[in-house]
């Protein structure tokens, strides 16, 4: 059974500290993505990485920074934890979109996500 | 970034009824995917649909889309209270389509 885990279901931080959400799949998987999830704005994504030590910024990078130094393990990392980083964190791998056949953008598999409170 | 856009934003019915959603996105596609998410939980892929099909189904869903119109609809048929979740389409991200956009997603809710 495939499984993306998160490190912590809920997280409870203060403003300036410095926050790592830790995400890991076991299905050696390529590709890994963080989003996060707000009422009325759905899912956005904040960065992935198609490769160990490779990252590429998605919508919302600001404030964020990853790291992927096992094919494995994707962190995201909040340098310092402001309030309006309050959401909900959903980290998601899927295989590579293969280019040599041009072929479809693979399935994604979520873990359960991290609630994060920022006070 | 260009997403796609459920509608409507939140449907109620009853068991045994059937639940649509439609999805519109803005650019051309290699293929458009369903996910469900259950409150406050991670999102569960349903089905995938190719730019060349016109409709797939999967057990009690049917998913078509209409490449010229840039939409696809989600139809869940005899709709359980076990269905209520949040429902989301997603097209590639960026030229590597590696990543993906997600919409705000539709909320259902089928009562017993």
């Known amino acids: 059974d495939v499984k993306v885990t998160q490190s912590s279901r809920y997280l409870v931080k203060r403003t300036g500290e410095k926050v790592f959400l830790e995400c890991v799949q076991d299905?050696?998987?390529?590709?890994m993505f963080w989003y996060r999830q707000d009422p009325g704005l759905g899912l956005r994504l904040i960065y992935f990485?198609?490769?160990?030590?490779?990252?590429e910024k998605g919508d919302i990078p600001e404030g964020y920074s990853v790291s992927r130094e096992k094919k494995e393990r994707f962190s995201l990392i909040l340098e310092s934890a402001s309030t309006n980083q309050t959401s909900m964190y959903l980290c998601?791998?899927?295989?590579?979109?293969?280019?040599?056949?041009?072929?479809?953008?693979?399935?994604?598999?979520f873990g359960p996500g991290t609630r994060l409170t920022v006070t | 970034s260009q997403q796609g856009e459920e509608d409507p934003q939140a449907l109620s019915i009853q068991e045994g009824e059937n639940a649509t959603m439609n999805c519109s996105y803005k650019?051309?596609?290699?293929?458009l995917q369903w996910y469900r998410q259950n409150s406050g939980r991670g999102l569960v892929h349903l089905i995938l649909?190719?730019?060349?099909?016109r409709e797939k189904h999967s057990g009690r869903l049917r998913v078509t889309l209409d490449t010229s119109k840039k939409s696809s609809s989600l139809l869940i048929t005899a709709s359980r209270a076990a269905d209520t979740a949040s429902y989301f389409c997603?097209?590639?991200?960026?030229?590597?389509?590696?990543?993906?956009?997600f919409g705000k997603g539709t909320s259902l809710l089928v009562t017993p």
């Open positions: 998601a791998s899927s295989l590579l979109r293969s280019r040599r056949t041009g072929g479809d953008s693979y399935e994604q598999y």
């Open positions: 299905m050696d998987h390529e590709n």
């Open positions: 990485s198609y490769d160990v030590k490779m990252k």
């Open positions: 650019t051309s596609i290699n293929n």
């Open positions: 649909i190719r730019s060349n099909e």
């Open positions: 997603a097209t590639a991200w960026g030229p590597s389509g590696y990543a993906l956009n």
